[in-house]
């Protein structure tokens, strides 16, 4: 096919009409008819023609044979040649601004849009010495600027990407499944965990003159973080991980052992029984069962007595209370006899007396407190004994506290039940062992036990959108008379077979007394 | 001038203390994450000493952490994956929801995983340290590994690598020769094993079907703990190996590490903990005790020794031995304790895989059965039920084959943790002490008469030795008596107690069970009468005693008497004579 180039423009056809040619006048006066009679197509194209030749570089009758044609040659210089050409955009490119780049990218494509942007092969520049104008410096500079921005982005996005593949490729090295499957290194191959440490901070944060804030601070201030390196709040529990069992719990133990777990289990129920009887005797036991329930007949009884119009009965302790009132109101009115002289004196002189009594008594005991000093040690020592022993005690008590569970959360540790065998239950061998219990319970348990997990009871979730649905039953008013009807309907049946059993029978005992 | 204003809250065993609610808040996780961040880390809920003035008065139980332990937690790197996690659960329900597979593949390939190995070594900064902790992990995992398929809390990937890490951790005890003692109870088996100088506990369950009859169990939270367990049991088990010259992972025969049934893995467990691993070098590592005094005591000292040499003999104990186990011995535990000691194990290669000898075997030395008796029994060999091999670890001797022949009434298992609890005086059973004597008079027995296998002569004394120094002094002096004299002792001492054996068995349970009914009755007293029966009883007694005491005073005083009595009865008599002849001279 011939390149859209070269193709020739032909005259516009004119439809062909048999017959001599008529002559037409048209009229030549002004421009207008000028444009509407006279073809000026030839003209036209003539021009054209010439344009196009001026802009592909001549015509080619012109041009040179070379130029025209081409010879073929292997195909491997032309595959060199794309090469070379596709490198020297590459050089170009990155020569090139960003964005232009992608531009660049695309005409490495040969669309034939870009090739006609490029302008057509050979047409010179009309004008000759042309000045190219310059690509004003405000422009420019928002072009570069958007240029880095761009670089940037293209950055950031080119290491998170690398960030993700390094990632992808430790996980690679480290494990495919979720749990750690491979142990190919010794965890614990530096014993000394502050190697690592810088010196300086080894130093001031080992010095003894600095203080635990000032320390933290320093920590955070040189970006390196206080991390508190071990948890220093231990489990203080005594418990421990595994509890060794009871010599009565082996498989074929002996006697003694055996009766001593046995009773250390049944402790333990006789304890639960205790409680749930003293539970039921302090609830239920307090309240009447429903047949001993009082009556309301009863009830107003109660209500009625001291009530005689009511017909309940009068206590007659009534009298001996007035009596006693009488009394009280008696001693009332008693007149105070006045003191005479002699007796106030003498009052005097007796209290008199009795201070100076009291007062030689405690000068007395103050003199004797200079001699009984040892008693005083004495005493001392026996106080401070007792404090000692209290705290003693105390101790003891939060050790012994630490020895069991505790309460972590709002339920109650529920202790677990002693796996025993009965007497009778004991094989002695192997072959026929029952294991008694659970041991991921007991497992569970010794967690709660050590204070590890709280306690924890199954919440049952409830639902929500619970749909309600009414049940309803749509009485059509004739269901008490069919139910009636049903009723005699089978009675009559039970009666008629009690009665047929009843005549079977007698024949039978009339034929037994036949025979 | 005032001081500045205290805010409440901010001071004193108030500000220590935080609920859990608050500390989710502070950590922004859920409650899941943060339960699973507790358990990884290490940190627990406390309980204040004064809960009313941590609470701000009110007395309601509520779990309570300490905010220094929930700073520490802040800072755990593992957070920020949680928090990533539970994104990207969202997201990947989402694309479920949505139907769109390929998003959810390659979600998946790319969530979001954590690693532990920091904390473990934050938890246990030391190999040492993680040692002593070893025993919750032991239990937790080798329960684990006899589990079936759980569904979606314990997925199988967990308990296949439990599965995994407990036979390579027992394999490590076998060639260490680590175990020491052993308790088979009606809950499962206890082992004691001595690893690197710690003393460690666990429980391994009997060879029975799980049973999901335990509701109160939060099975999740048990597979977090395990999920850090294994991590922690296989770098102990990385460092265990290296230390006795073995390569890690090892290579574990019929161990396959397909999707398999699991219910069948016990068999190939079996199979795989009765082949020897592959040593980089083989050298004996046996620690020779250091001649530097530890104990100040020289006493301590020389005890300290014994006890070095006993546990050299105990490790070879069944070392030259052969056992075969009969089909309905559990197979996994008694390999497992047979392999400790030295000793080579076969089964019958019909019922599971990995039997190394048939039952034909003429070298067999000791056949381990659990049945009253079997047909065809081979001359040459011991026939002995598994208890024997229990009694005989713990007991560091191989014990009399005969008291555990088939058929025969076994001797009670006793537990050998006891000895520990027990102090000076204290109460020991008779069936016990029977067991000692017998243990000491046995290894004389050896010596002298030498029937048996002399190689084991040697390791025999020393046992002997080291079982006087365990016991009470008062039982091994007369060790030089022969076997059937110790039977006939042991006899007399049942005659001593209850004459002959068959009638008065019965007799003396029912008494015992009579007595039983009565300390219940007397438990049930109502607290009124209580004090007046012990009143009763206290007389009743002090009258008893009085009585045997004057019978007693009486008895002693007629023996006393007797010579005497008979005397003056003879001078009596005499006298009577005398007179009587006199008279009759007289008349």
């Given amino acids: 096919m011939k390149p859209i180039f070269f193709q020739t423009h032909t005259m516009a056809q004119k439809p062909v009409v048999m017959g001599p040619p008529k002559i037409t006048r048209a009229s030549k006066k002004n421009k207008k008819s000028w444009r509407v009679n006279i073809d000026v197509t030839e003209v036209e194209e003539g021009l054209e023609e010439e344009r196009f030749n001026e802009r592909i570089g001549g015509g080619h009758e012109k041009k040179k044979d070379e130029d025209l044609f081409m010879l073929d040659s292997a195909g491997a210089e032309k595959e060199n040649e794309e090469k070379e050409r596709l490198k020297k955009m590459k050089e170009e490119e990155k020569k090139a601004p960003v964005y232009s780049k992608n531009l660049s990218k695309l005409k490495a494509k040969n669309f034939k849009c870009f090739a006609l942007l490029d302008g057509l092969p050979g047409a010179e520049d009309p004008i000759p010495n042309r000045k190219k104008q310059p690509i004003s410096k405000v422009v420019v500079k928002a072009l570069e600027e958007k240029d880095k921005k761009i670089v940037s982005q293209i950055d950031k996005i080119r290491k998170s990407r690398q960030r993700a593949m390094d990632e992808k490729k430790k996980r690679e090295n480290i494990d495919e499944e979720y749990l750690r499957t491979k142990f190919a290194h010794d965890l614990w191959d530096d014993e000394d965990p502050d190697v690592n440490k810088k010196e300086v901070d080894k130093l001031l944060l080992s010095s003894q003159w600095i203080k635990h804030n000032t320390r933290v601070h320093i920590d955070t201030m040189t970006s390196n973080k206080h991390v508190p390196k071990v948890n220093m709040q231990k489990n203080k529990t005594l418990v421990p991980a595994v509890e060794l069992p009871h010599a009565g719990q082996s498989y074929n133990p002996s006697v003694e052992e055996h009766q001593e777990i046995l009773w250390k289990a049944a402790m333990i129920e006789i304890e639960k029984e205790k409680k749930a009887k003293k539970l039921e005797r302090q609830l239920t036991g307090m309240f009447p069962t429903e047949d001993k329930a009082p009556t309301y007949r009863e009830y107003l009884e109660e209500m009625a007595q001291g009530i005689p119009e009511l017909g309940g009965k009068v206590e007659e302790s009534d009298d001996d209370d007035d009596d006693a009132e009488g009394e009280d109101e008696a001693g009332f009115t008693k007149e105070t006899k006045l003191k005479t002289k002699q007796q106030r004196r003498r009052e005097i002189l007796r209290r008199r007396e009795e201070y100076l009594r009291k007062k030689a008594k405690a000068e007395k005991i103050e003199m004797d407190k200079i001699v009984s000093v040892k008693t005083y040690k004495k005493e001392m020592n026996a106080t401070e004994r007792a404090v000692q022993e209290k705290r003693e005690r105390r101790e003891a008590r939060e050790v012994e506290k630490l020895k069991g569970p505790t309460t972590l959360s709002k339920y109650e540790y529920k202790p677990q039940n002693i796996e025993i065998k009965l007497s009778d239950e004991i094989r002695g061998n192997l072959r026929t062992l029952k294991p008694e219990g659970s041991l991921l319970e007991d497992r569970f348990k010794s967690l709660q036990r050590r204070r590890i997990v709280e306690t924890r009871e199954f919440q049952v979730a409830k639902k929500r959108n619970a749909k309600v649905v009414l049940n309803r039953k749509r009485l059509m008013g004739f269901e008490e008379e069919l139910r009636v009807h049903n009723d005699r309907v089978r009675q009559k049946k039970k009666n008629k077979s009690f009665k047929m059993t009843k005549s079977r029978k007698m024949s039978s005992t009339r034929i037994e007394s036949l025979i | ?587």
């Fill in chain 2, 1 to 587: 001038m005032t001081g500045k204003k205290i805010k409440k809250g901010t001071r004193g065993e108030v500000a220590k203390y935080i609920s859990r609610n608050s500390a989710l808040k502070k950590l922004m996780l859920g409650l899941k994450d943060f339960r699973r961040l507790c358990i990884l880390k290490g940190v627990y809920p406390r309980e204040p000493k004064n809960r009313k003035k941590v609470q701000g008065g009110s007395t309601v139980q509520r779990c309570l952490y300490q905010v220094k332990d929930i700073r520490f937690l802040m800072h755990e790197p593992i957070i920020w994956r949680f928090r990533e996690m539970s994104a990207f659960m969202k997201k990947i329900k989402k694309a479920i929801h949505r139907n769109e597979k390929q998003r959810v593949e390659r979600m998946d390939e790319n969530s979001p995983k954590y690693n532990i190995d920091h904390i473990v070594k934050e938890r246990y900064p030391t190999f040492i340290d993680a040692i002593r902790d070893l025993e919750d992990c032991l239990c937790l995992l080798f329960l684990f590994a006899t589990f079936p398929t759980m569904g979606k809390k314990v997925p199988n990937q967990m308990i296949r690598l439990c599965q995994r890490l407990s036979i390579e951790f027992q394999h490590y005890v076998i060639e260490a020769r680590a175990l020491r003692k052993v308790f088979c109870s009606i809950k499962g088996y206890y082992f004691q094993a001595d690893i690197k100088g710690q003393t460690v506990t666990w429980v391994m369950p009997h060879c029975v079907p799980f049973s999901h009859a335990c509701e109160d169990v939060d099975l999740k939270v048990m597979a977090i703990f395990t999920e850090f367990y294994t991590t922690m049991l296989g770098f102990i088990n990385f460092r265990l190996y290296n230390s006795i010259n073995l390569t890690y992972p090892p290579k574990l025969a019929g161990m396959v590490e397909s999707n398999a049934d699991i219910a069948e893995d016990e068999n190939t467990r079996v199979y795989a903990l009765n082949r020897a691993l592959h040593r980089v070098i083989i050298a004996e590592d046996v620690e020779k005790p250091d001649d530097i005094p530890m104990y100040d005591d020289d006493e301590k000292m020389e005890e300290a020794k014994k006890e070095q040499k006993a546990v050299e003999s105990q490790r070879k104990l069944f070392e030259g031995l052969k056992f075969f186990i009969n089909r309905e011995v559990p197979r996994e535990s008694l390999v497992f304790m047979i392999r400790c000691f030295g000793g080579e194990v076969s089964w019958d290669s019909n019922c599971a895989p990995g039997a190394t000898y048939k039952e034909g075997d003429e070298r067999i030395t000791h056949h381990i059965a659990d049945r009253p008796n079997i047909a065809n029994k081979k001359l040459g060999r011991f026939y002995v039920q598994p208890q024997w091999i229990f009694d005989s670890i713990n007991r560091r001797i191989k014990l009399n084959e005969k008291d555990y022949a088939l058929g025969e009434t076994l001797p009670p298992h006793l537990s050998p943790f006891v000895e520990g609890w027990r102090r000076e005086g204290d109460y020991i059973p008779p069936e016990e002490k029977a067991i000692l004597a017998e243990a000491s008079q046995d290894s004389s027995v050896m010596e002298d008469g030498g029937n048996e296998n002399v190689e084991e002569n040697d390791e025999e004394n020393e046992n002997g030795e080291e079982m006087e120094e365990g016991e009470e002094g008062d039982s091994e002096n007369d060790s030089e008596e022969g076997e059937e004299d110790s039977e006939t002792e042991t006899e007399k001492v049942e005659e001593v107690k209850i004459g002959t054996k068959a009638i008065l068995d019965k007799a003396k349970l029912k008494e015992q069970q009579e007595k039983e009914e009565y300390r219940l009755r007397e438990m049930l007293i109502p607290n009124k009468q209580r004090r007046l029966y012990h009143k009763i009883m206290k007389t009743r007694k002090r009258n008893a005693w009085e009585a045997r005491k004057m019978t007693a005073k009486r008895e002693q005083w007629e023996k006393d008497n007797a010579e005497t009595k008979k005397k003056e009865k003879a001078a009596k008599k005499a006298a009577a004579k005398e007179t009587a002849a006199s008279v009759a001279a007289a008349e």
